[in-house]
C-alpha cells in the first residue's frame, strides 16, 4: 500500500497574546515599537461536542454508486462507534449551503469533490478538507474505505480534553488500493466507472452515458501518459482501442447501443498482444487447403442416452501454410487428446513438425478444456504451440459457479510454461497466416450478474479464403447482448457452429442472422439427458424452438452433427466443398462417408 502523506496534524491552538503593559505612576502607556506578533494559529474544523452533538453533516450525491452508498453508511456507524452521535447519512441538497460543514462522500456534484478527484488515479483515494467541506474521494469501495479510515485518525488524534472531536482544514491524505488502476488515464467528464476485477491481474472501469465522440477524445489523452496506440477496430458503431506502455496494455471499448465505455488495464507481463497485419509473415504450402476439421467427440454409455450431450467441442482449422488453429477440445478422457492429435498430424504438411499457431479455449466447462490435462501431458512435447487465447473470468465474476480451469493453469504451468497467452477482449483482430479471427463477445461486454457460466465464452469469426466461420463456444443469453451491438452485415457467415450444443441459451433471431450455409453442431444426437441444479433435464433438440433455424430452413446434408464423425470442411474461392467420415478409424484410412 502506497500512502503520500501531504500533511496530517491536529492543532487546537488556544494562544493568548499577551502584550507587556508596563504602567508607570503619570500613566504613560506601554511601549509602542516593540512590535511582537506571534504565528496565527491554523483553523480547525469541530465535528462532534459531547454537548451539542454534532457540527458535521454527511452527504452524498443523489447518483451514487452503491459502494459510495455504503461507505456513507460507514461513515456514520464509525463515528458513532467512537462518538455515539449518531448521524444519518442524506442525499445532496439541490442548492448546497457553502457555509455547511459537510463531510462528502463520493463523486458528489459539490466543487469541493470535484477538485478532489481531479487530483487522483483510478484506484487511489483520500480525504481532504477543502474550506468547511471535507471530502472523502476514491473510485472503488477499498479506496474509499482507506479514506475514512485516516479521517477517523484524524478525528481520534483532534479530540480535545473537552472531548470535541476536530480536524485541521490542512488534512490530506491519499492512498493507492491498486497501483495498477492508478494507471489508467482519468477520464474528463465521464460519470464515476465501476472498477471490476476481470482476474489475470486484469481490471475494467466502465462509464455509462458516454457518446462517441467523448470515447474518441478520453482515448486521444492516452498517449499523454505515455501509452502507444498498438491497434484500433471499428465494428458497426462500436469503438475498440488498444494501447500500451513499457509495463502495462490498455484495452478501450464503446459500445453505442447502451452509451457504454469500457477500459481495462493489464500488466504486459500477464499477457501477449494480438498479431497484427504488418507483423503477419508466413510461407503458403504448397497444394496445403484449409479446412475446418469437427472432431466427433461421442462417447458409448451404453444404454445412457446422456452420452449425446457428452460431446464435448473441438474443431481444428488448418491454415494455408500446415500451421493450425484449434478452438476448444472435449472432456477429460484421454481418448480426445489423442483423436485431436491424430487429426493434426494427419493434416500437418510435416507430421514430425506440429505448429499450432493459436489454441483458443472459448471458455473453461470441462466438456470444453477438460481434455488438456492429459493432451498436454502426452504431447506437449510433439507440438509446438504459439500462443494460447482465453478470458476466463475471476474469482469474483464467477462466484458460485463452477469451472475447470485449474486443468487449464496446471497444464500451462507444467507443459507450455514459456508459451504466450493472450487474455482476449472484444474489438480484438489476430492475424494469423492466411485467417483473420476477430473476437466479437468476452465476458467484458456481459452487463448482468453472471448466472450462467456459458456466458463467458468468447465468441469470435475466422475469416479465411473468402469464407467466414461464427465460433459461439456456448454464448447464451439469447444472444441479447451481440445482437443489441452489431448489425446482420457482422453476423453474416457461411460456416457456423451451433452454439452450446443446440440444448438452450440462443435463439432463431441470432442464428437467423448468421444465416449460414453450414451448420456444425457438436452433439452426438437429437435427444440429450442431464442434470442441472438437482433436476434431470430431457431435450429433444429437434423439437426446441432455438433449433428451428437450422431443423426447418437449413439443407439438411449442410447440418453436420459431431456424432462420433470427423467433419471436414474445405474452403475456397469457389466456395466450400464437404467431407464425412463416420468414425476416426474411417477417418484415419481415407474411408469417406460423403462428399
Known sequence: MKYTK??????????????????????AGADSSTDSTLPEAPAVLELIDPENGANVSIVYSVSAQEYELDTA?????????????????????????????????????????????????????????VGNK?????????????????LAAAMAEGKTEEGVYTVSNSLFVTASDNELLAEVPVADGFTAGKITDTGDGCYMLTFE???????????????????????ENKIDDNLFYTYVSEENVLTAMYTKYNSTARVLIQPKENTALPTREADNVYTPVEGCETTITQLGLYYDY?????????????????LADGSFIV?????????????????LRKQAPDPDNIVIAAWVFSHAHSDHVGFFKDFAKTYSTKVTVEQFIFNFPSAEQRAG?????????????????????????????????NAKLTMLYSLDLYTDTLTDYNNTSLVFTVEAEGQKFMVFGDYSENGKTMRSMYSADTFKSDIMQVSHHGV??????????????????????YFVSFTYNGTVQNVQLNEKSWNQYMIQKMDQDKVLWALDDIVILTLGADGITSQVFENDTAYLSGSAVSQ
Open 6 to 27: 501531504i500533511l496530517l496534524s491536529l492543532l487546537l491552538a488556544i494562544c493568548m497574546l499577551g502584550l507587556a503593559a508596563c504602567a508607570n505612576d503619570d500613566g
Open 73 to 129: 453508511t460507514a461513515v456514520s456507524d464509525r463515528i458513532y462507534r467512537m462518538t455515539e452521535v449518531r448521524i444519518r447519512p442524506e442525499a445532496e441538497p439541490v442548492e448546497p449551503d457553502p457555509e455547511r460543514c459537510e463531510i462528502l462522500v463520493g463523486m458528489t456534484s459539490y466543487d469541493e469533490s470535484k477538485e478532489v478527484y481531479a487530483s487522483l488515479g483510478y484506484g487511489e483515494g483520500a480525504v481532504k478538507v
Open 134 to 150: 471535507i471530502v472523502l474521494a476514491g473510485y472503488s469501495a477499498s479506496a474509499l474505505s482507506q479514506a475514512l479510515d485516516e
Open 209 to 231: 452515458s458516454v457518446s462517441a465522440e467523448k470515447m474518441q477524445s478520453y482515448v486521444a489523452t492516452f498517449e499523454n501518459k505515455g501509452y502507444t496506440k498498438y491497434d
Open 302 to 318: 451404453g444404454d445412457n442416452k446422456a452420452s449425446a450431450y457428452f460431446n464435448g467441442m473441438c474443431y481444428v482449422i488448418r
Open 327 to 343: 478452438v476448444d477440445g472435449g472432456h477429460n478422457k484421454s481418448i480426445d487428446g489423442d483423436r485431436i492429435y491424430n487429426v
Open 401 to 433: 459457479l463452477s469451472d475447470n480451469r485449474g486443468v487449464v493453469d496446471v497444464a500451462l504451468k507444467q507443459y507450455f510454461a514459456n508459451v504466450p497467452i493472450v487474455k482476449a477482449h472484444a474489438g480484438q483482430v489476430y492475424h494469423l497466416r
Open 504 to 525: 438452450a441459451g440462443q435463439s432463431t433471431e441470432t442464428y437467423e442472422l448468421v444465416a449460414p450455409e453450414y451448420a456444425l453442431w457438436p452433439a452426438g444426437d
